[in-house]
């Protein structure tokens, strides 16, 4: 016995490699994104990470991803509606941007995948660090997206919707997305599908001085479908960025959130739900760097656990040396409705400043019986009791946002899983 | 209408016997008043009839129009025409009330066979019950109770008394907490249901209410039993001589 042979590679990870061989030559990119994309597969062909990696302790990814399908040239998804009437949507469908993407007065749009040709973005490729399984997948792998460019001042009247929609298949895809200073804008990012589709989707959001952006992830992947997704912004001077994310599907999900504060009064919420049903896997990890004083954020996830689902939440809060006068509050609280589900909270608070206010709390709970037996008494069976009480539960963080078409969107949403899982 | 005999009952959790024996018949159209010390009973009865699952039924039975209702849940007690106004109406945040109000009369209605309510005519209901009540419709738009002053939740009691028109509405010390101008809008609303069809049970520990809404009938509850019978002259006489005089009687 050799003490010293790496182990074996897991079908997975053997099923990567092989797949990265096999679509090199399709991959668009210049010298730079391609040495990009080799430095990428390498760090997979190390393995994926294990739960002995501390940022993927409770997502154990080598042992949870086990099946990768293969790139799938003929799945064909079609666009869907979007969540508010008038919306501008750009659709990715099985991974491919549109050549006819809308016109909106002070927004340039641009198809990721001339920008992967000419290697402009190739300096934004590089993962976030050794750990950083995700950013290497889709580093290794993204064929395309949208660049979106939001021009200083434009305050867009009407959504964008991103819709990243597979049917089968591997797609890996970028949406870099600029807003420029004192812009304002609302961005829905879509990811649905069917089939048992493995998805990477990465997105890259900076704020300049004074802009305000309300992100909005929808994500409600089939049952059968694995879903890694990031999230990265950076908020600058007095920007204010709220980012709600809604989980309400995939087999194995992780959603990494990866913020900074860059600029002085800039201001970050947090706002999710977690609806968690059958045998599956959601994780939503995030790392928040107050990096400048006077800053702010607050986090309220809300998780919903039904069947054997499992779900994780990870939030770690960095608050750096010079960030004095930082405010950061951080909740998770669940409702747990299965004796066979469970859920994994981690809140993580690094404070290297002396003057700032920072908390955070967890908790786990049931339906509160007192609430089911007042509704009851109006005649409300208890199985539509029950469903009032979780929506209520979650809903509270929806009407946080203070959108009434967004509210009805998310609702309508919302309302969609309750009925499927209700 | 309502019939409860030789009741016993106990706190599920530690046991603990409340209700020792009660006896009490309550016919349709009448008022019925509950009165009694501290921790006689009173609220536990309430519970008790809206099918609250901390308590356990030992003994006896209650009989609603001639049926028993002790195997029926809290809903289906409900539907069936029986209505708590809770002393202390649960705060539910996330529930909106016009929302709550809407989905608990549709469930009544399909209970009875009957079409869900038009969204106009429901809120027609919604907002003349309201203006009865002096209640200011923006306070509807809020989470269920969530923020209401303790005047303003017993009015919502009675604002969905009104719209769900039960047949047997029990009162748990609706009176407590209202002052006076509140008082009247309230008892107002009540003595505006009385129906020949209709029996109220008045839980109260003050004469005061009683004022308001005259009961026809007066029952001093001690130790989880009916202890004495009366008219409401029984209500004004224990008002003027306390408790213990009747205590002692029955001892």
Redesign the interface.
Known sequence: MNMHTQPQRTPAETALIDAFGDRLSLLPGDGAVMLKRDDAIEAIKHGLPTRRIESWHYTDLRRLLNVVPDFDPAAAAKAIAPIVDGSTVLTLLNGVSSAKAPVVEGVSVQRLFEKLTDGSIAPGLDPYGSDDAIGALNTAFVADGYFVDIADGVELEKPIELQNLQAGGQTHVRLPVRVGAGAKAVIVERQAGEGAALTSSVCQLVLGEGAEVTWLIVQEQPETATHLAQFKAHIGKNAKLTLFVMNAGGRLVRQEIMVKTTGEGADFKLRGINLLAGDTHTDVTMVLDHAVPHTASTEVIRNVVTGKARGVFQGRINVHQYAQKTNAKMACNTLLLSDDGEFSTKPELEIFADDVVCGHGATVTEID???L??????????K??RG??V??????VI?ELDDEAIVEALEARLDDWFVTHG | MLEIKNLHARIVDDGTEIIRGLNLTVKAGEVAAIMGPNGSGKSTLSYILAGREDYEVTEGDILYNGQSILEMDPAERATSGIFLAFQYPMEIPGVATMEFLKVAMNEQRKARGEEPLKIPEFLKRVKDAAASLNMDMAMLKRPLNVGFSGGEKKRAEILQMKLLEPKLCVLDETDSGLDIDALKIVSDGVNALRAPDRAFLVITHYQRLLEHIVPDSVHVLYKGQVIKSGDKSLALDLEANGYAGVIGEAA
């Open positions: 019986h007192d609430h037996f007042y509704l009851m008494a109006r005649g409300v069976d208890e539509s009791a009032l009480l929506k209520a539960f979650v809903a509270e009407e």
